[in-house]
DNA sequence: TCATTTTGTATCGTGCGCGATATAATCTCA
DNA sequence: TGAGATTATATCGCGCACGATACAAAATGA
């Protein structure tokens, strides 16, 4: 064992976990987008829903943090949203900079429809509960621990 | 137990799979570009550029299969790297239909940067060798589980 | 041979995603 | 109170990403 080893590195792209996240992230979009069509959503209004639906009334600012993305993204997602009338951006009454983000009778009927993507997404991926409860875990403990030095 | 339980499904966004997959991208995107804005790259380029200093003289076709992105997204990518003088596109003799991707000196000449790059990615998740491959591991099955059907 | 189909790139329109920048509202604290 | 800093959202330019479409080259097969 040389001292080189210690400091050795994966080179190979498939080492690389930048590389499994990358095309996981491709292959999971596009099979979500394969239901999501149908519903006119695309896969990252789908996410924003999701975070309304188990919590409504969000400030532009911590749906975008919750979804490590930048506001000047999710602003724009936002509208597109209300003009689909799932959604309605609300001034906040305590603090005139806040938007505060409300799920209109449409957006919260969506819901309805969830489970059921859900359901064939899961049984799509041919893994278990509990596999696919390790990778959840792997995930948010890589996420958690890149935050900026 | 009731018969429901068996076709219950997560609802709360932090069970969903693609939420983990979503935010973890994010995550990672951001960390790498703090070092690639040096270089001049972006993630898409770099990755795509890990895939030539493997093997190099690749389709544009190729590259966007392992990537698992669609030829529309590969071929301007390839350009921009064309015009940074990091790679050239060479047709190809026996099928002049296909455009082949070939490094330039100063293309394999940033391969020597990666090696620095890749170890600070590793150090900064704090996660050990064995669980960075537990969960490549656990990608790939999601990543090819997920294949049209 | 030659009409048909398939394959490999390229182009276009729309939406996502970021950093830089702008602007207004709020906060801080002298 | 009021000057300066901070915060929340919005805007802009560029690159990524996809599906739809176009088109030329190659493969197929009657």
């Given at each position: 064992?040389?001292?080189?080893?210690?400091?050795?590195?994966?080179?190979?792209?498939?080492?690389?976990?930048?590389?499994?996240?990358?095309?996981?992230?491709?292959?999971?979009?596009?099979?979500?987008?394969?239901?999501?069509?149908?519903?006119?959503?695309?896969?990252?209004?789908?996410?924003?829903?999701?975070?309304?639906?188990?919590?409504?009334?969000?400030?532009?600012?911590?749906?975008?943090?919750?979804?490590?993305?930048?506001?000047?993204?999710?602003?724009?997602?936002?509208?597109?949203l209300e003009?689909m009338g799932l959604v309605c951006?609300?001034?906040?009454?305590?603090?005139?900079?806040?938007?505060?983000?409300v799920l209109t009778d449409h957006g919260r009927a969506l819901?309805?429809?969830?489970?059921?993507?859900?359901?064939?997404?899961?049984?799509?991926?041919?893994?278990?509960?509990?596999?696919?409860?390790?990778?959840?875990?792997?995930?948010?403990?890589?996420?958690?621990?890149?935050?900026?030095?």
């Open positions: 064992m040389s001292e080189t080893q210690t400091t050795d590195v994966p080179t190979r792209a498939d080492e690389l976990f930048c590389y499994g996240i990358y095309t996981t992230s491709h292959a999971v979009s596009r099979a979500y987008a394969q239901y999501l069509k149908r519903l006119g959503l695309t896969y990252p209004q789908y996410i924003t829903l999701t975070l309304l639906w188990e919590k409504d009334r969000q400030k532009v600012n911590t749906l975008a943090k919750v979804l490590r993305m930048e506001t000047s993204t999710m602003t724009p997602l936002v509208k597109r003009g951006r609300e001034p906040s009454l305590n603090d005139r900079r806040v938007v505060e983000v819901q309805a429809q969830a489970p059921a993507i859900t359901g064939c997404m899961i049984e799509q991926t041919g893994m278990t509960q509990s596999e696919l409860q390790d990778l959840q875990h792997l995930l948010f403990k890589l996420r958690d621990g890149l935050l900026e030095p």
